[in-house]
């Protein structure tokens, strides 16, 4: 009797052996698809390489040259007179915020010009150079800042120790 309730007690050892193991594993496969829903929600890895496209609106023509209050929309640039040649000119190669930001005069103009022309492959400008150095010099002339003025009238007095 006491033999056959050792082999009782020792199948149902392995069964309860056999069962922790496969809720063992169940729940370290759950663990792991959890962990990847956690790190991959949209499950990428399990659907087909498509390409991927996105669609890009071309703005219109006209979006392009859009003015809102004086400012052309798509550069900054304020509206006047020599504005389409400095577009077509200058933003070619850099931002118009770069031009706006220096505000030079005519002279410190032209020697720039002259100077993308020589190092920079700037070609040549023609009859718009003038256009464009006065539509620059016009609508963004050099600001006067820097120091505050010099002080004067007053009345200074000597520091005791």
Same mark, same amino acid.
């Given at each position: 009797?006491? &033999?056959?309730?050792?082999?009782?007690? $020792? #199948?149902?050892? &392995?069964?309860?052996?056999?069962?922790?193991?496969?809720?063992?594993?169940?729940?370290?496969?759950?663990?792991?698809?959890?962990?990847?829903? +956690?790190?991959? =929600?949209? !499950?990428?890895?399990? $659907?087909? @390489?498509? =390409? $991927?496209?996105?669609?890009?609106? +071309? =703005?219109? /023509? *006209?979006?392009?040259?859009?003015? /809102? @209050?004086?400012?052309?929309?798509?550069?900054?640039?304020?509206?006047?007179?020599?504005?389409?040649?400095?577009? %077509?000119?200058?933003?070619?190669?850099?931002?118009?915020?770069?031009?706006? %930001? *220096? #505000?030079? @005069?005519?002279?410190?103009?032209?020697?720039?010009?002259?100077?993308? %022309?020589?190092? %920079?492959?700037?070609?040549?400008?023609?009859? @718009?150079?003038?256009?464009?150095? *006065?539509?620059?010099?016009? *609508?963004?002339? =050099?600001?006067?800042?820097?120091?505050?003025?010099?002080?004067?009238?007053?009345?200074?007095?000597? !520091? /005791? /120790?």
């Amino acid at each position: 009797m006491k &033999k056959q309730n050792l082999d009782t007690l $020792k #199948r149902d050892f &392995k069964d309860l052996y056999r069962k922790t193991i496969l809720a063992s594993v169940v729940i370290a496969i759950g663990g792991i698809a959890l962990l990847y829903f +956690i790190v991959d =929600p949209n !499950l990428s890895a399990f $659907k087909a @390489n498509e =390409p $991927k496209t996105e669609i890009v609106e +071309i =703005p219109a /023509e *006209n979006d392009f040259n859009k003015i /809102e @209050n004086g400012i052309h929309v798509a550069t900054g640039f304020i509206e006047a007179p020599g504005m389409t040649e400095t577009i %077509q000119n200058c933003t070619n190669c850099h931002s118009s915020k770069l031009v706006m %930001q *220096n #505000r030079m @005069n005519e002279e410190r103009w032209k020697s720039t010009i002259e100077w993308m %022309q020589e190092t %920079q492959n700037l070609w040549d400008l023609g009859e @718009n150079e003038a256009v464009i150095i *006065n539509y620059l010099i016009t *609508n963004y002339p =050099p600001k006067k800042v820097g120091r505050r003025a010099v002080l004067a009238d007053v009345e200074w007095y000597q !520091l /005791e /120790e």
